[in-house]
């Protein structure tokens, strides 16, 4: 136990030269994201709201904001569409260190969507911002609003993403 206790001790004294990055410079990330919530067009009932989208984004200001493309599918109510567009992901506040690595950080997001397909109707365009939280660059969650900017709909939803490209820290001290 106390060999335990030492050398945990020595751990922590190294943390300066341990803690990993949020958004280090020229990182890329391709992040998976599984979301649901509620689409509302204005007059009409609420709906169900499913999507499945992939994020890459690369670091343009280290540490601090990302930018890159988003596509994906959607599942509103009873028809499946797909979008495609840009997204900007700007780090607002820094959680506190855990033990040896920084704990996360908090996030707001702007996405613009130029393309955004739904069979049997026309061509739209979703503007939307999001506020996430990311966990050492490998998971996190987003609640995001989008609104149509051709016909008067809200999309809401709470999304769950992991980084596909993420790659764990050197384990030698």
């Not at 060999?3 to 751990?11: D, M, R, T």
């Not at 030269?17 to 280090?24: G, L, M, R, S, T």
Request: overall charge positive; charged content about 15%.
């Amino acid at each position: 136990m106390k060999k335990y206790l030492i050398g945990l001790v020595g751990a922590l004294m190294h943390t300066g030269n341990i803690v990993a990055q949020e958004i280090p410079k020229g990182a890329t990330t391709l992040r998976a994201e599984l979301g649901q919530g509620f689409t509302r067009p204005r007059g009409g009932p609420e709906l169900y709201l499913a999507t499945l989208q992939f994020a890459l984004e690369k670091t343009i200001v280290p540490e601090q904001l990302r930018a890159g493309l988003v596509a994906g599918a959607f599942h509103p109510g009873r028809l499946l569409g797909g979008f495609a567009g840009g997204r900007a992901t700007l780090k607002v506040f820094q959680l506190p260190s855990l033990l040896l690595a920084k704990a996360g950080h908090v996030q707001v997001l702007a996405e613009y969507l130029p393309l955004v397909y739904v069979p049997s109707n026309h061509w739209r365009q979703w503007v939307g911002v999001g506020i996430g939280v990311e966990t050492s660059n490998l998971l996190g969650i987003a609640l995001k609003f989008h609104r149509d900017t051709r016909t008067p709909t809200t999309y809401g939803q709470v999304a769950l993403t992991y980084n596909l490209l993420h790659k764990s820290p050197p384990q030698d001290l």
